[in-house]
C-alpha cells in the first residue's frame, strides 16, 4: 500500500488473519519435520548445522517453523512430552541469531552444557573440560552478559529478576539448553571479523565491531537492570553519571517509523570519519551542541552504534571524538572514530550515504 496507509481490521477479520497467519507457521512445521526426520531415519540423529547443511534450510526458516527444539520434537526425536514452557523458549532463541561476539556465545554454550542434568551423556559434550565444568558465570562481566541475555529473551526486569533467574529458566529446559549450545557453535562458525581489539570500556562487556540490539547494549551500560526497564526510544542515551553519551544511528531511514524530522543524514566518509546529524532541535549554542563541540575540554566520552535497517543489530564502531560542524538544527557534525571501521563494513556504510 502506498505510504501512510494502515489496515483496520474488525475482531472477526483480525482472528481469520491470524489464523491463517498460524496455519502457515504449521505447515512449514510441518514439512522441516517430516525432512528432519527422513534425514535422522537414514543419516541417524544430527545437530542443527547437520541438519542445515543436509537440508539445504537456512537458519532462518528453522525458528519460522518454531525452533530447532520444537522442530525435532515435531518430528518425534525426543522422548516424553514437552515441558511447559519449552515451545516458546526455543522459539525465543531466534532473537538471538544476530550475535557474532565469540565471548558471548562461548559464555552461552558453557552455561548451557553445565545446566544439562548430566552432560557427560550428551552428545553435544565432547570434550572433558565441557563435562567438568564447576562453575556458573561469577565474573562481573560475565553475569552482565548473562543479564543481556535475560533481557533480550525474557523482555522483563524486577528486583527478583536477575542473572540467577535466567539460569533458573534455562535449567527448567534441558533440551532448549542443547539448542542454545548448538546454536552458540554455527554462530561462531559464521563469525567473519576476528576479535583485533580489548573491550573499548572494560567495565561493559560490549566487544568493537560486534552486533547487539538495543536491549542488549543497554543492559550492557547498566541502563537496564533488576530494578529499571528504559522506555525511550531516542536516537541518544545520555549516562550523566559516567559522562558517556551512547548514539544510535540508522542509515537507511526510508522506512516509515521516521518522520521527515527524523530522517538524517548519517553515513561513513571513510574508515576514520563519519557524518552525523543531531537531534532535530539541537543547536550548536544549546547544552547538548556545547557538549559535541568542546568534548576536549569537558571529558565526554561519545559511542557510535550502527545498523543499516531497523530490522538490523546494531554494530558497534567504538568511541568517537569530534572534528567540526556546520549548520544548525539539526547540526551535522563529524566524527573521528578512535578505531578504523573494517572495509567489509565500511563498504555498506558508505553506500548508504545517498540513500
Not at 528432519?36 to 547443511?53: D, I, K, S, V, Y
Request: net charge neutral.
Amino acid at each position: 500500500m502506498p505510504s501512510g496507509c494502515h489496515l483496520d481490521l474488525d475482531r472477526v477479520a483480525r482472528e481469520l488473519v491470524l489464523e491463517n497467519i498460524k496455519t502457515a507457521l504449521r505447515g512449514g512445521r510441518i514439512r522441516l519435520a517430516e525432512e528432519l526426520r527422513t534425514l535422522a531415519a537414514t543419516q541417524g540423529a544430527m545437530g542443527l548445522g547437520e541438519f542445515l547443511e543436509q537440508s539445504g534450510r537456512d537458519l532462518d526458516e528453522v525458528y519460522d517453523a518454531g525452533g530447532w527444539t520444537v522442530l525435532k520434537r515435531a518430528a518425534g526425536l525426543l522422548p516424553g512430552p514437552a515441558p511447559t514452557g519449552e515451545g516458546d523458549l526455543s522459539g525465543k532463541l531466534r532473537l538471538l541469531t544476530h550475535i557474532d561476539d565469540p565471548e558471548r556465545l562461548d559464555l552461552h554454550k558453557r552455561t548451557a552444557l553445565a545446566l544439562l542434568p548430566n552432560p557427560n551423556t550428551s552428545p553435544l559434550a565432547q570434550d572433558s573440560s565441557v563435562a567438568t565444568l564447576a562453575a556458573l558465570p561469577t565474573t562481573g562481566l560475565d553475569r552482565r552478559r548473562l543479564l543481556m541475555l535475560g533481557y533480550q529473551l525474557f523482555h522483563a526486569t524486577g528486583d527478583r529478576f536477575g542473572p540467577d533467574a535466567v539460569l533458573r529458566r534455562f535449567a527448567e529446559q534441558p533440551q532448549v539448553c542443547a539448542e542454545l549450545a548448538e546454536l552458540s557453535d554455527l554462530l561462531v562458525d559464521r563469525v567473519s571479523l576476528a576479535s583485533l581489539h580489548p573491550l573499548p570500556e572494560p567495565q561493559w562487556p560490549l566487544a568493537l565491531h560486534r552486533r547487539y540490539s538495543r536491549r542488549e547494549i543497554l543492559t550492557a551500560v547498566g541502563r537496564w537492570n533488576e530494578s529499571q526497564k528504559p522506555e525511550a526510544r531516542e536516537g541518544m542515551v545520555r549516562l550523566a553519571d559516567v559522562k558517556t553519551e551512547i548514539m544510535f544511528v540508522t542509515l537507511d531511514k526510508s522506512h516509515r517509523r521516521f518522520s521527515p524530522t527524523t530522517r538524517y543524514e548519517d553515513y561513513a566518509i571513510s574508515d576514520r570519519i563519519f557524518h552525523w546529524q543531531s537531534q532535530s532541535g539541537t543547536r550548536p549554542e544549546s547544552e547538548a551542541g556545547r557538549r559535541y563541540i568542546e568534548q576536549r575540554e569537558n571529558g565526554w566520552r561519545f559511542l557510535l552504534f550502527v545498523r543499516p535497517t531497523p530490522q538490523d543489530a546494531f554494530t558497534y564502531l567504538g568511541p568517537v571524538r569530534y572534528r567540526s560542524h556546520a549548520g544548525s538544527r539539526p547540526m551535522s557534525i563529524t566524527w573521528e572514530l578512535d578505531v578504523p571501521i573494517p572495509g567489509t563494513l565500511l563498504q555498506q556504510y558508505a553506500t548508504l550515504a545517498t540513500g
